[in-house]
């Protein structure tokens, strides 16, 4: 295998000589591209990339031409056979469905709820899921922001579930006496 790290102009197409193989793929960049492979039998054939692609071409190529709309720095890489850069880390089933496991945390806590809007989770950008429990004592009422209200609120009752999958804040608010409210977050 074999890469190079360019320096792609908008507009302006990058001549990567030397580039022989039938197996191409960008590793890294920003953008989408056009390539366009010089094949040893002298065809070529022009066709759009996506980043971090990789695919084996027609036939043994001797020369790549990449032309991009955006300027970006870009990692390509070309070999006789698939090009597998071990980015990724982790575990992969397939049973039925797919579950990837990669880096994955996960957190709890407790956070009693009474009439005034109470955080109990903070923004997760990476948030897989959360699981809200109400433990009882009131019923609560749960929202994105210290906004939250028993009138506009999602009601989680008493004793009830609820799984949120949104990475923005969780509140909530008892109309009366308070809520013990139980969480478990899992971060991808």
């Not at 939250?148 to 909530?172: P, Q």
Request: aromatic share 8%; proline share 1%.
């Amino acid at each position: 295998m074999k890469t190079f790290v360019t320096d792609c102009q908008a507009g302006i197409a990058q001549d990567i000589g030397g580039a022989k193989g039938s197996y191409f793929r960008i590793l890294s960049g920003d953008g989408d591209v056009k390539v366009t492979f010089f094949f040893t039998n002298g065809d070529s054939y022009r066709t759009g990339w996506k980043v971090g692609i990789g695919a084996p071409t027609m036939r043994e190529f001797k020369r790549i031409l990449i032309e991009s709309s955006i300027t970006q720095r870009m990692e390509v890489a070309w070999s006789t056979g698939p090009i597998n850069d071990n980015r990724l880390n982790g575990n992969l089933e397939i049973n039925g469905g797919v579950s990837i496991k990669a880096n994955k945390t996960a957190a709890h806590g407790a956070v009693s709820v009474g009439t005034s809007a109470t955080l109990v989770v903070a923004e997760n950008l990476g948030r897989g899921r959360c699981l809200l429990q109400n433990l009882g004592g009131s019923d609560c009422y749960v929202g994105n922001s210290s906004g939250v209200t028993t009138a506009n609120g999602i009601k989680l009752v008493a004793d009830g579930t609820m799984e949120v999958s949104f990475d923005d804040t969780v509140y909530a608010i008892t109309a009366t006496g308070t809520a013990d409210v139980r969480y478990l977050e899992e971060t991808v």
